[in-house]
C-alpha cells in the first residue's frame, strides 16, 4: 500500500471483517495525496454505501457549509472514516470491526502525513484520546504521539440541536488560525519569532492520560452534573428511505 490509490484498491477488495458481505461500495476516502487537513468521521451511511464516497448526505452537505465558511472546500481536504464499510442497520461500528480497518486508517495517515487530524465525533476522538469524552475535549489542539489532534463533534450533531450546530461552527473557525501556526512551525528556524507568538494563542494541550478505549465519558465528580455524549444518537431504521443520510 505504497499509494492512496494502491490503498483504495485494497480497501475495496478486503473481506477482513464480517462488514464487507453487506456493502454496495466500500468507502476507502477521498482527497489530495497533499493535503494539509485529514477529517476522521465514522463510517459508510446509506448514500455513502451506494456511491462509494464519504460524507454525501445531509451531515455532508453541512460539512461542507462549515469548510466554505473558513475559505475551503471538500477538494482540498482529505476525507476517511474509522470503517470502510457500513454496518448493517447504520448501528455503530463494534471494536473488532474497527480494529480491522484500522491498518487502512494508519496507513492513509502514514502517506498523508497530516499538518492536521480533525476528527468527527466520539468513535474518531476515542481512537486518539481513549475514555474522553467528545464534549469536553472539543475545540481544543491536542498533542498525541506527535500528530496534532482537534476534535470536533460530528456535523449530523448539529443537524439535530441547535446549540450544537453553533458548538461545531465556533470549533471550525479556529481551524484557519490553528492551520497558521501548524505551518510556522513547519517553516526554517528563520520563523522562530513568529511561531512563540502564534502559539500563544493557540496554545496545544497534551493527550490525558489513556483509558481503555470507546469509553465516552468518564464518571463524573461527586456534585457534577453528567455530561451527554454529544452525538449520541437513538437507533436508526433498518434502511432509510430515498433521498435520507444516517445521522451518527
Do not use: W
Not at 468507502?27 to 487537513?37: K, L, M, S
Not at 464534549?135 to 463533534?153: A, D, K, Y
Amino acid at each position: 500500500m505504497d499509494t492512496l490509490a494502491e490503498l483504495a484498491r485494497r480497501v475495496s477488495l478486503c473481506t477482513a471483517c464480517p462488514l464487507h458481505s453487506g456493502r454496495v461500495n466500500a468507502v476507502p476516502g477521498e482527497g489530495p495525496d497533499d493535503a494539509e487537513v485529514l477529517f476522521i468521521g465514522e463510517g459508510p451511511g446509506y448514500h455513502e454505501d451506494r456511491q462509494g464516497r464519504p460524507f454525501v448526505g445531509p451531515a455532508g452537505n453541512f460539512l461542507e457549509d462549515l469548510l466554505q465558511s473558513i475559505g475551503m472546500t471538500r477538494e482540498q481536504v482529505y476525507i476517511a472514516n474509522m470503517v470502510k464499510c457500513r454496518p448493517p442497520n447504520n448501528r455503530d461500528p463494534a471494536p473488532d470491526e474497527i480494529a480491522a480497518c484500522s491498518k487502512y486508517l494508519d496507513r492513509q495517515i502514514e502517506l498523508l502525513n497530516p499538518l492536521l487530524i480533525v476528527t468527527l465525533g466520539r468513535f474518531s476522538t476515542a481512537r486518539f484520546l481513549p475514555g474522553q469524552s467528545i464534549s469536553r475535549v472539543r475545540g481544543r489542539l491536542r498533542s498525541v504521539n506527535g500528530r496534532h489532534i482537534f476534535p470536533i463533534m460530528h456535523p449530523a450533531a448539529g443537524l439535530r440541536r441547535q446549540e450544537m450546530r453553533a458548538a461545531i461552527e465556533e470549533d471550525f473557525a479556529k481551524l484557519p488560525g490553528l492551520l497558521d501556526v501548524l505551518r510556522m512551525q513547519a517553516a526554517p528556524p528563520s520563523a522562530a519569532g513568529r511561531i512563540q507568538d502564534a502559539q500563544s494563542a493557540y496554545p496545544t494541550e497534551p493527550a490525558p492520560s489513556l483509558q481503555p478505549a470507546f469509553q465516552d465519558t468518564p464518571a463524573p465528580a461527586a456534585g457534577e452534573t453528567p455530561a451527554t455524549p454529544a452525538d449520541t444518537n437513538p437507533p436508526p431504521p433498518d434502511e432509510p428511505p430515498p433521498g435520507q443520510q444516517r445521522l451518527f
